[in-house]
């Protein structure tokens, strides 16, 4: 399938989470297969409610996660402006081109009488949906609401016994009763553009040829090609994707796993590990290999798009977070650790302490706990090293303690010489030894933990223990 230029439309009111974000890195991936365009459109025309700060946090996140747009806020492109709120003047000559076509009209009903016309219709079996009720006004009874100082809506007619017919990418063929649509609102009551309009209008002129999205936007489909075609203006092709929901199969919210990017980028996550993650939800790649974003998108195809819900996983995010950190070069965890190695020993190689821990860690708090458990934090008193230890007993790390005092030249002979002074083999030495020096059950191997923390710290481990 050829792509021209697909689209990423984020409204600044929060931040991204994973939801939003996969529909991003989709609608990359299908433009980047084919070299071509992937667009950043701003939909901030709900002054209230969107901010500046999320406008600038949804270009942060899009960035950190790799996902440069070739057209929009701080690159550029054909249009004067990618943020909505700044198009306001081009909406109103459409408006204006509608309105003189009278193909939207003014309605005065308030929210709470559209309450009680849906609360009728939905206790008569019907659909819930505006009635029409202004669309036959005069002139007469429009001024009469105005002189009242009543601020209207303006609906668009949506044409009557026709059928919207369109082959959906990810759904197939897709065809709708006008006469099962309502006239829906084009322009707010304080003269802003809906999203319904905005959105559709500025797809075409941007000239978007691939609209990809989520399907709860299904039903208006019908609807922006009604706009679209009243207004003589190009449609795009549409891809309705399945919903991303939480891990309980609710929509995705913090109870059930929606993470925003920022909490992402805070707890430690890779960009490489989250693209590879969200590219097989709801997506199919039928191997388990780490890719860069441009081998992701080498093997993105849309009919492997799946037309089922996906739900987050906490454990394959995990999964592939560890691919990514063992992909990771040591010059590249010393960036990626940076802040929690700082209380690192100055003794201690900063590039000898990550290899030493690399491989039994996912995230850079499991990092700097290795590091205080070495170095700063009292012997680890969980219940299950507190039980080996006690289990060892204060004799045996006081032996332990006075076999290797004087020193010695290689940790496995060392542990010998503990063993026979102990009388202990196997896992009865080993484990004592592991929970003392570390204050874990498991992690790297111990030879070389000691071999970095040197002899001095494994004494005073010992000590503890057997104080403990």
């Excluded at 609102?185 to 797809?203: E, L, W």
């Excluded at 302490?353 to 008193?381: C, G, Q, V």
Aim: charged residues 25%; hydrophobic residues 35%; aromatic residues 10%.
């Amino acid at each position: 399938m050829k792509a021209n230029k697909t689209r990423f439309c984020p409204s600044p009111t929060g931040f991204l989470h994973l939801g939003n974000l996969r529909t991003a890195l989709f609608s990359s991936l299908v433009a980047k297969k084919h070299g071509d365009s992937f667009l950043l459109r701003i939909e901030d025309t709900d002054l209230e409610r969107s901010k500046e700060e999320f406008s600038k946090a949804i270009c942060e996140d899009l960035s950190w996660m790799g996902l440069k747009w070739d057209e929009g806020p701080e690159v550029g492109g054909i249009e004067n402006s990618y943020y909505q709120s700044e198009r306001i003047e081009l909406y109103e000559n459409f408006y204006k081109e509608l309105l003189d076509a009278d193909l939207i009209y003014p309605c005065f009903t308030s929210e709470e009488e559209l309450k009680i016309i849906r609360r009728n219709q939905i206790a008569a079996g019907q659909p819930p949906r505006y009635t029409g009720v202004w669309s036959e006004a005069s002139s007469e009874e429009i001024q009469e609401e105005l002189n009242k100082g009543n601020k209207p809506v303006y609906r668009f007619r949506v044409p009557k016994d026709k059928k919207i017919e369109f082959v959906d990418i990810v759904k197939g063929e897709q065809s709708f009763s006008t006469d099962d649509l309502d006239d829906f609102i084009v322009r707010k009551q304080d003269s802003s553009p809906t999203f319904m309009f905005a959105n559709a209008i500025d797809d075409s002129l941007m000239k978007v040829n691939i609209v990809l999205r989520g399907d709860d936007h299904l039903s208006n489909t019908p609807r922006q090609i009604a706009l679209l075609e009243a207004l003589n203006l190009p449609l795009p092709r549409y891809a309705h994707v399945s919903l991303f929901t939480g891990s309980d199969g609710a929509p995705l919210s913090k109870r059930n796993g929606s993470l925003s990017i920022n909490d992402l980028r805070q707890m430690g996550y890779l960009p490489q590990a989250v693209a590879n993650y969200l590219s097989r939800v709801g997506h199919t790649i039928t191997d388990n290999d780490l890719k860069t974003h441009q081998e992701l998108a080498d093997v993105f195809e849309t009919k492997n798009i799946s037309s089922s819900p996906s739900k987050f996983d906490i454990d394959q995010l995990i999964f592939w977070q560890k691919k990514t950190v063992e992909s990771l070069s040591i010059q590249e965890c010393s960036v990626w650790l940076k802040e929690s190695l700082k209380a690192l020993p100055s003794a201690i190689n900063s590039e000898n302490f990550i290899e030493l821990i690399k491989e039994n860690i996912n995230f850079p708090e499991e990092a700097e706990d290795y590091l205080n458990n070495l170095f700063h934090r009292p012997l680890n008193t969980s219940q299950e090293v507190s039980e080996i230890i006690k289990s060892a007993g204060k004799d045996f790390y006081l032996t332990a303690f006075k076999s290797i005092e004087p020193g010695y030249k290689d940790w496995n002979d060392a542990v010998k010489t503990i063993g026979l002074a102990t009388n202990t083999k196997g896992k009865d030495l080993f484990m004592p030894l592991r929970v003392a020096i570390t204050g874990q059950t498991k992690g790297p191997e111990l030879d070389k933990v000691v071999n970095i923390i040197g002899l001095e710290q494994v004494l005073i481990r010992f000590k503890e223990a057997s104080e403990f």
